[in-house]
């Protein structure tokens, strides 16, 4: 299994950025799909998750966030608006089997992607 995290870069605060995921090797509908975020010094932290119609963000991700996935492609996308300096960090895309309730702790996730930076700028 293979996940591959894009589309992370420079943006200003109140900006927009779309970040994707491919998977690959064995990824399918069934599996759950999962954003996480570090920053240096910090434990990795949920961001949010898919599977099919489960949908479950973090508090910090409400309103602002929104996961979607394309399982014909094996892609996920996390779009990313109105963003603040704090949202500063890399962005890791991962996949597993885990439930619902279990989604927020990084050790319920099997696959990791190799992560992607984001920098939002004051």
């Known amino acids: 299994v293979q996940l591959q995290a894009s589309g992370g870069g420079l943006v200003q605060t109140g900006g927009s950025l779309r970040l994707s995921c491919a998977a690959s090797?064995?990824?399918?509908?069934?599996?759950?799909m999962g954003w996480f975020r570090q920053t240096p010094g910090k434990e990795r932290e949920f961001v949010g998750a898919?599977?099919?119609?489960?949908?479950n963000y973090a508090d910090s991700a409400k309103g602002r966030f929104t996961i979607s996935r394309e399982n014909s492609k094996n892609m996920m996308y996390l779009q990313m608006n109105s963003l603040k300096p704090e949202d500063t960090a890399v962005y890791y895309c991962?996949?597993?089997?885990?439930?619902?309730?279990?989604?927020?702790?990084?050790?319920?996730?099997?696959?990791w992607g190799q992560g992607t930076q984001v920098t939002v700028s004051a």
């Open positions: 090797g064995g990824i399918s509908g069934n599996n759950a």
């Open positions: 991962a996949a597993g089997t885990g439930i619902y309730s279990s989604w927020p702790s990084v050790r319920s996730w099997t696959y």
């Open positions: 898919i599977r099919w119609g489960s949908i």
